[in-house]
């Protein structure tokens, strides 16, 4: 059997669902004709994740669907922004219903989800990978950026760290865990759950942000460079789950906190003075706020432990570099 | 020598360049911030070209550049839309700073040429595949569709059609030419013009519009199909090049003509009382217009030759069924 393009996007991907309004054009025409409404900017964002580089062989087609879509709402959350359509290209080796079938029914899951609209796209013959732009809107004034940080605001994430990368070892087989642990670190991997309420309870809050991608020390280290400061971070205040310090000892269960890449929490610095605020603006959409150390103005991350400088060699997780 | 894909992005795509005032904040942070003019819409378009199915290994990475921005270009020229913002994400092989000059040599110089700025992307380690989405504006009220084509409409086509079919059975040695006729039909393969100046002209004027990706059949196809019309294409009247008609026979020049894709050629309806207007706007912007047909109102594409209908197999270019 085999389906035109044109056919893949219109099976799969356009169902029933109540239409944006700000869609003048939806799927189907050669360009989606869209209105940002008065007053509001528009951010975007596009990530590719490509198998066997940016998930397993062998992901279910549900987990590369929640991944693909996490990873692309993460940096909307970053930015504060609300998230409105979406554009997808699907490049499959072969013509798979019933992958296609598992992928779309996760897809659309979270479209409904986030209020979100498939407003584009291109299937192609090819290698798996999935290319989103998410695009939502934010009023410019209040966007969140990198470059806000000021020496003396507090550094916080709003969830534990390491996870994701401790369950890649976990599926690897590298690490052993069992029963629920086993599926939380799993989960933490192939389904990141991206914090979009959270970012945009922290609009006009937070001084920066930056989604936890590829590692606290590499992402906390752009903050720093667009911000011009630098930071300490105490390794006593990093949350580590229950599920990590299980499956692994303290000592790398740190390094997973500190490099590990994939956990998608963010992290954003805020004025010592609004961090009550923002702890309770965070509890108000269910969002843990853990203060893990503070921006300073010397440049470069500094990490603490036991009152002590640690060496920090693994400056995070790069595609191009590691394996 | 190795790059974080932060470095590849910015090293490569982000260049000096007088900086559009309507990107509130460009590539560096997690999403763009971008602001639409008050009165346009965004018109937007992502498409994905992968080596060995949209175009052939070994296509220099100039070639690559050209053809990734004409064919989304080409759909924002469709909607009558301006060209704005690109992003763009680049899976590679492996990092080859050749190729990455040449590739962002030619990317930079289209960028300048319609005024485009890059505010997003990701390059990932994987096949060599080039996702673009490209943006543009466009007033609701006048932007091209595919659904507006009325019966006894006239049936327009920018410029001669079937070269870039021919172009490629060129490039793979399937058909023999040589000098300039040899380069001008691999250029029409290889570095296609997406027609963005003629979509402006035709806004307003045009009842419908579509850019010929996947053959003229095919294409003109999906506008009767949006627009419950159907057309009768003249061979006749079919615009073939010089250059198609030296390298083959005239049944084959004719073949390609209606099924051959990738020309990136307008096809456009207009109510026959504003084809002079337009074919005036056209000419003013230094394109061509050739009627080859009319609007009826039966369901379908007839082709008419010396007076009689022929069968069509060949119902145009579909990367999932021709190889």
Redesign the interface.
């Known amino acids: 059997m085999?389906?035109?393009?044109?056919n893949?996007i219109e099976r799969f991907f356009v169902r029933e669902m109540p239409a944006r309004k700000d869609v003048?054009?939806g799927i189907?025409?050669?360009?989606?004709?869209?209105?940002?409404p008065e007053g509001q900017?528009?951010?975007?964002?596009?990530?590719?994740?490509?198998e066997?580089?940016?998930f397993l062989p062998n992901t279910s087609a549900s987990d590369v669907a929640a991944k693909a879509m996490a990873v692309n709402l993460?940096?909307?959350a970053?930015?504060g922004?609300e998230p409105a359509w979406v554009?997808?290209?699907l490049?499959i080796p072969k013509?798979d219903m019933a992958w296609l079938q598992d992928f779309s029914d996760t897809f659309h899951d979270l479209l409904s989800h986030y209020g979100l609209q498939v407003?584009?796209?291109?299937t192609?013959?090819?290698?798996l990978?999935i290319?989103l732009?998410v695009?939502?809107f934010?009023p410019?004034s209040v966007?969140l950026?990198?470059?806000g940080a000021e020496a003396g605001d507090l550094v916080c994430v709003t969830g534990p760290l390491g996870d994701a990368s401790i369950g890649l070892q976990v599926a690897q087989q590298k690490l052993k865990a069992e029963g629920d642990i086993k599926q939380y670190l799993l989960d933490r991997y192939n389904r990141p759950k991206a914090r979009v309420a959270a970012g945009i309870a922290l609009r006009s809050r937070a001084s920066a942000?930056?989604?936890i991608s590829d590692g606290l020390l590499a992402d906390l280290g752009?903050i720093c460079s667009?911000s011009s400061v630098g930071a300490v971070i105490n390794t006593e205040k990093l949350p580590i789950s229950e599920a990590a310090r299980k499956v692994t000892n303290e000592q790398s269960a740190m390094e997973h906190a500190l490099s590990g890449g994939d956990d998608y929490e963010l992290c954003f610095t805020v004025a010592e003075d609004d961090f009550r605020k923002v702890q309770s603006a965070l509890e108000s959409v269910g969002v843990a706020c853990y203060e893990i150390g503070r921006i300073t103005g010397k440049n470069g991350v500094r990490v603490i432990k036991d009152g002590e400088t640690l060496e920090n060699k693994k400056a995070g997780f790069?595609?191009?570099?590691v394996d």
Do not use: K, W, Y
């Open positions: 085999s389906f035109s393009e044109f893949l003048a054009l189907g025409d050669d360009c989606a004709i869209l209105n940002v900017s528009l951010a975007v964002s596009m990530d590719t994740l490509v066997g580089v940016h993460s940096d909307l970053a930015a922004a554009t997808l290209s490049s013509v407003v584009g796209g291109d192609t013959r090819g290698p990978s290319t732009q695009h939502g934010v410019e966007a950026t990198r470059s942000a930056i989604d752009h667009r790069d595609h191009f570099v």
